[in-house]
């Protein structure tokens, strides 16, 4: 390599950037407008308080941090928060690679089958509350019915603290069990069909078939799926504010409905702005490790 | 046990499995087709009726025109629209440089915008709520579209397949004078099809499905969006079921239909920001 050459790719590199500049900045303007302002807002707001009275707004420092931590509909939240994270996302992951299992198969119209699970990823979150609400109610809903037909007792669900939380569980799974499906599904397809054929000719059953090579070769497409669904589960909201009010007896207060009746309903918006930075923080743990699985998988394809 | 005789209960549980899913679908559309006061008498007792009906008619979709739902279902198209047509070009111009310009601290770059955009929105929608109050957003559709502009995943998405793009098309195209807008515009975007159509259906669909955001700052009747209308409905006191069941079907109607006739791209999409 000559001189020359080097010196005009160190010229053309200077440019790039500045091009390179020009093409990311409306994505950065956007990025500080709805991510980074939103964030130092509400960490400077978690670290100040302001007077109904008066109306002045004074520092407190940790303080909102820790009445937070004392307050019972906070320590309420974060107990059915973690309630529901440990169980809604094994349920939803395992049902959904059961079901990617079962719909690899060579059945018959399995395409159909198949696809009539995946229909319910495009109701929105707030549509699925709106049909789940009349499904589920006490007296004369649909679900009711079905269980008479079967000879079963009418249930409360949403009206009942012990069964409200897994009759959220139910029908966030509806929409979610299926979309998540999707990617387990794209997951096992790549498995090479060689390895499923040698192990037919060593005589090993469908059982063994299942542990010994579907599982651990989607570990990762797993792994991607359960910490993807832990996120977007520990957002969950429109059924909770438009079915249930967090209630009842507080049973399904998840932490983003603690936040919005703090904020909106007690006005209480210093440590409103505390727990949406315990929650962001919570969930940019979550999201990196996403990340670094997105990468490691591009990184090394 | 031969696969012969495992077949016919696995099919069998196949079917049940999708029946099972897409009957509350089923219900909602039938429901949507009969006026509002036979939705409960149909439920029970429970017969082939409370899921078809032979006399459908279509006087509740009729009826949503005029109503604040109506007027939701069309401010949700035209917020979603405008949300892909500037959001898509925002992304790809990001993926783009983040693919075909090399520069110093490229990958960092990359590092910081996807995952500051992967971030939940709905995480900070509360503070964001009270900063674009005092900006005077609450109630416009600038307030409503702007969040939805930057997607992470599609920025991810679009990148992957700007990265497969031989760079000597850039660098022939550069000596034919072509400007860094023109390779970008007429070379990488077309070349790019499949993921342009990926990241505009993430766009769209999570501007279509979103309840948070306009609910905290679009809830005037001019700026209300069809899921906050039709949460608004079920609040009320009397509520009309028919009216309430059409506007649920168009509002999973239209991310459906276009789900299914972008099919292959949805997958793929889907597939490709998840695991490769």
């Known amino acids: ?301 | 046990m031969s696969p012969r005789r495992t077949r016919l209960p696995l099919t069998v549980l196949a079917a049940a499995v999708g029946i099972l899913f897409a009957i509350p679908l089923l219900w909602v559309l039938t429901n949507s087709l009969r006026p509002g006061a036979e939705t409960f008498g149909s439920i029970s007792p429970l017969s082939w009726e409370t899921f078809l009906t032979l006399t459908p008619n279509v006087d509740n979709y009729a009826a949503l025109a005029g109503t604040s739902l109506g007027r939701g279902i069309l401010n949700s198209i035209i917020v979603s629209v405008a949300t892909v047509a500037v959001g898509l070009v925002i992304c790809a111009m990001a993926a783009f440089a983040l693919a075909a310009l090399p520069f110093r601290g490229r990958s960092a770059v990359f590092s910081v915008i996807v995952l500051s955009f992967l971030i939940p929105f709905d995480a900070i929608a509360i503070p964001l709520a009270d900063v674009f109050r005092t900006w005077n957003l609450q109630n416009t559709f600038t307030g409503l579209v702007l969040p939805g502009l930057g997607n992470g995943m599609a920025v991810f998405l679009l990148r992957q397949f700007f990265l497969a793009v031989p760079e000597d098309l850039a660098e022939a195209a550069r000596l034919d004078g072509l400007g860094w807008w023109g390779i970008f515009s007429r070379i990488y975007a077309p070349l790019a099809r499949p993921a342009m159509i990926g990241a505009a259906l993430m766009l769209f669909l999570f501007q279509w499905q979103a309840y948070v955001w306009p609910l905290l700052i679009g809830t005037d009747s001019e700026h209300i969006l069809g899921p906050v209308a039709l949460a608004n409905m079920q609040g009320q006191f009397n509520v009309d079921y028919g009216l309430m069941f059409a506007g649920a079907v168009v509002l999973i109607a239209v991310p459906l239909l276009i789900i299914l006739t972008l099919q292959r791209y949805f997958i793929q999409s889907v597939t490709t920001s998840g695991l490769k």
């Open chain 1, 1 to 301: 390599m000559t001189t020359t050459i080097a010196g005009r790719t160190r010229k053309v590199r200077r440019g790039y950037g500045r091009v390179a500049l020009a093409f990311l900045a409306p994505a950065i303007v956007v990025l500080v407008l709805v991510r980074l302002v939103p964030a130092a807002s509400a960490l400077y707001g978690s670290l100040t308080r302001s007077s109904l009275l008066t109306g002045q707004t004074r520092f407190v420092g940790w303080e909102n941090y820790a009445e937070l931590l004392g307050n019972p509909d906070f320590r309420g939240a974060v107990g059915v928060t973690v309630l529901f994270t440990l169980i809604i996302n094994p349920l939803q992951v395992a049902i959904a690679f059961a079901l990617a299992v079962l719909f690899t198969r060579r059945l018959a119209g399995v395409r159909w089958w198949r696809s009539l699970v995946i229909l319910p990823i495009a109701v929105p979150p707030a549509v699925s509350a709106v049909v789940w609400n009349v499904i589920y109610r006490p007296d004369d809903g649909l679900a009711n019915a079905v269980l008479s037909v079967l000879g079963l007792p009418p249930q409360p669900f949403l009206t009942s603290p012990d069964q409200a939380l897994a009759a959220v569980i139910v029908l966030l799974s509806w929409v979610g069990v299926g979309y998540w499906m999707l990617f387990l599904i794209a997951g096992i397809n790549d498995v090479p069909g060689e390895l499923y054929e040698a192990a037919a000719l060593d005589g090993a059953g469908p059982w063994r078939k299942f542990f010994h090579i579907t599982l651990p070769m989607c570990r990762r497409p797993l792994a991607f799926v359960l910490v993807a669904d832990t996120v977007s589960n520990l957002l969950v909201f429109a059924p909770v504010q438009m079915l249930t009010g967090g209630g009842p007896e507080g049973a399904t207060n998840l932490l983003m409905y603690d936040i919005y009746t703090r904020a909106y309903t007690l006005g209480d918006l210093g440590r409103a702005q505390a727990e949406v930075v315990v929650l962001v923080l919570l969930t940019v743990v979550i999201v990196a490790a996403q990340f670094r699985m997105l990468r490691g998988d591009s990184e090394g394809a």
